[in-house]
């Protein structure tokens, strides 16, 4: 499965928000499941961010949510995510 959160940072605040993007995807990749992750910034409005990582299965994705490295730098940072479903389930392998 992917999970897709996509971010709104003002532009005065992308260098700070790119590395703490960082912190989380290094979270993240801890994470028994985690299979790769990757950071974006929209080339036609610069403002929109994007954190795109992909699991195992869906109950990898959910348990690290619950890890406590993970609690600490990325779901701070994952609130901040528009509001809006970012769950894919993937229809074939790699």
């Given at each position: 499965?992917?999970?897709?959160?996509?971010?709104?940072?003002?532009?005065?605040n992308a260098a700070h928000f790119e590395a703490e993007l960082s912190v989380a995807l290094e979270a993240l990749s801890q994470c028994?499941?985690?299979?790769?992750?990757?950071?974006?910034?929209?080339?036609?409005?610069?403002?929109?961010?994007?954190?795109?990582?992909?699991?195992?299965?869906?109950?990898?994705?959910?348990?690290?949510?619950?890890?406590?490295?993970?609690?600490?730098?990325?779901?701070?940072?994952?609130?901040?995510?528009?509001?809006?479903?970012?769950?894919?389930?993937?229809?074939?392998?790699?």
């Amino acid at each position: 499965m992917l999970a897709i959160a996509r971010f709104n940072v003002a532009l005065g605040n992308a260098a700070h928000f790119e590395a703490e993007l960082s912190v989380a995807l290094e979270a993240l990749s801890q994470c028994a499941g985690f299979v790769k992750g990757e950071i974006g910034q929209n080339l036609d409005e610069s403002s929109l961010w994007t954190l795109v990582t992909h699991w195992e299965n869906v109950g990898s994705y959910r348990r690290a949510l619950s890890n406590n490295n993970v609690k600490m730098n990325a779901i701070p940072l994952l609130a901040q995510a528009i509001d809006e479903p970012g769950a894919y389930e993937k229809p074939y392998s790699e």
